[in-house]
């Protein structure tokens, strides 16, 4: 089987605290695939009575060779060539970003190998003449995983950041624990019965003064509807309501609440997903 990168170690377990939990008044996002096989992404949110649009193209003219532009509402332009060799398991991406708005160029070069059981990157990052590298390791089967992180910064070869993590995969279960830089620890648990979902985060930082925890739930009413609850440890509740009106098109509406009284700041969001 082909293992998930160190980033997407224990993915489900956290989507289910952050995915459709958006808060802002108007969250758009819209995929499209034409017979040519263009992929087309644009997407277009609220923040702080902000817009913030992006918009990318995707063409693969040859197979194994991906090209992505991709620009977005701060003057940003990013262009990435993608080379994948799927016999050997590797893939080499060249992405180069210029900031209109900061005058600043940059250039990141990505290598990765899939192999069974086997997930490895290596990432460098040019922003300076002294690069930015990021590697990191992933090993495991269908029911356990191991991965590691390393990033170093090679202005003297400097150990900026460790991080480690382990999971088991069951039928219905899965468990992922991560420790960064021997501080902040986190484990999650994560459960599934039929249409509903249930996801536990626990978490500290340094010498457990620091503590997060919290409890989600996922509950499919069905195949074009869904309801989703967590809360926090400052009794923060958030809630979001999603459902299809066409196979298309998602549409969800989410809220988040403080539960104690004290507090009266509360929010709500609007989520339209369209894909074809």
């Known amino acids: 089987m082909v293992l998930a990168a160190f980033g997407d170690i224990g993915k489900s377990s956290k989507d289910i605290f952050t995915k459709y939990f958006k808060c802002n008044l ?13 992929d087309i992404h644009v997407q277009c949110n609220e923040d ?3 817009i913030h649009a992006a918009a990318d193209v995707t063409i693969r003219p040859f197979e194994g060779v991906t ?9 940003q332009l990013i262009n990435e060539v993608e080379f994948k060799n799927k016999s050997f398991g590797t893939q080499h991406n060249i992405i180069g970003t210029i900031d209109q708005n900061l005058s600043k160029k ?8 899939k192999k069974e059981n086997v997930n490895a990157e290596v990432e460098m990052d040019y922003a300076t003449k002294f690069p930015v590298t990021t590697a990191s390791l992933v090993v495991g089967d269908d029911k356990y995983v191991a991965g ?8 003297g070869f400097k150990v900026t950041k460790h991080s480690y993590s382990v999971g088991y995969i069951g039928k219905d ?3 992922y624990g991560s420790i960064n830089n021997d501080k902040e620890v986190e484990w ?14 626990f978490g500290w930082t340094g010498n457990l003064t620091n ?18 609850a967590k809360v926090d440890q400052n009794t923060h509740l958030a809630l979001a309501y999603g459902f299809k009106p066409t196979p298309e098109t998602l549409v969800v509406v989410s809220m988040y609440t403080p539960i104690n009284r004290n507090e009266s700041s509360s929010s709500s969001g609007l989520t339209f997903e369209i894909s074809n």
């Open 26 to 38: 108007i969250n758009f996002d819209f995929k499209s695939k034409t017979d040519d096989n263009v």
């Open 48 to 50: 702080n009575s902000q």
């Open 67 to 75: 090209l992505k532009t991709k620009v977005d509402s701060n003057n």
């Open 106 to 113: 940059n250039l990141k070069v990505k290598n990765s190998l």
């Open 148 to 155: 590691a992180q390393v990033v170093v910064d090679t202005n």
């Open 173 to 175: 279960f899965e468990t």
């Open 188 to 201: 999650r648990l994560f459960q599934s019965y039929k249409q509903f979902s249930l996801g536990w985060m």
């Open 211 to 228: 503590t997060r925890f919290g409890v989600a739930s996922l509950y499919k009413v069905d195949d074009n509807t869904f309801i989703k």
